[in-house]
């Protein structure tokens, strides 16, 4: 991430609508505070550089398509190369996949989890449901089995006292 910016500077900004990084030359160099979601509960203040020129998109293997335009950008997402912004995304991609995986623990969780989040339909989430599948198929092959145990998953082969009550998902 980069803390200041000055005119003229080559910057990259990752852009999740189009999964790519766009690259761009800083116009003005102004940093103002936006909030967001204003009318919320829970608003959210970004420092926002005021305006940028967008150059190119630059893809994970360096190709490169056009792109014109100007716009701001969030602080906080710039960086000074798009391989910067690309680690910054999976690491953050793969933050909230550890976040999904936690909300299963057990055998009501995993059926529960498809009414939770969008599997489907034009709000499809596809992290949501690349976890859930992922998840699903651990189970389905035996690589982890759920049992019900005071409402927490185990990982095969571990054992309890005697309250287990053990409820095995497997196809066979």
Not at 49 to 76: C, M, P, Q, R
Not at 97 to 102: A, F, I, P, S
Not at 159 to 171: M, Q, V
């Amino acid at each position: 991430m980069i803390d200041k910016v000055k005119k003229g500077q080559e910057i990259y900004y990752y852009r999740n609508i189009f999964d790519a990084v766009q690259k761009g030359t800083v116009e003005d160099p102004i940093v103002t505070t936006d909030v967001f979601g204003e009318a919320t509960d829970h608003p959210m203040e970004f420092k926002c550089i005021k305006n940028v020129h967008w150059d190119e998109y630059v893809s994970k293997d360096g190709t490169t398509f056009s792109s014109v335009g100007s716009s701001g950008a969030v602080l906080d997402n710039v960086f000074l190369t798009a391989k910067e912004a690309y680690e910054h995304q999976d690491a953050m991609i793969e933050k909230c996949k550890e976040k999904l995986r936690g909300e299963v623990t057990c055998l009501e969780d995993l059926l529960r989890y498809p009414l939770n989040h969008c599997l489907h339909d034009e709000d499809f989430d596809e992290i949501s449901a690349e976890v859930y599948e992922d998840m699903c198929q651990k189970v389905l092959s035996g690589e982890f089995d759920l049992c019900i145990l005071n409402g927490k998953g185990h990982v095969k082969g571990q054992t309890g006292d005697n309250r287990l009550i053990w409820s095995y998902i497997k196809r066979r």
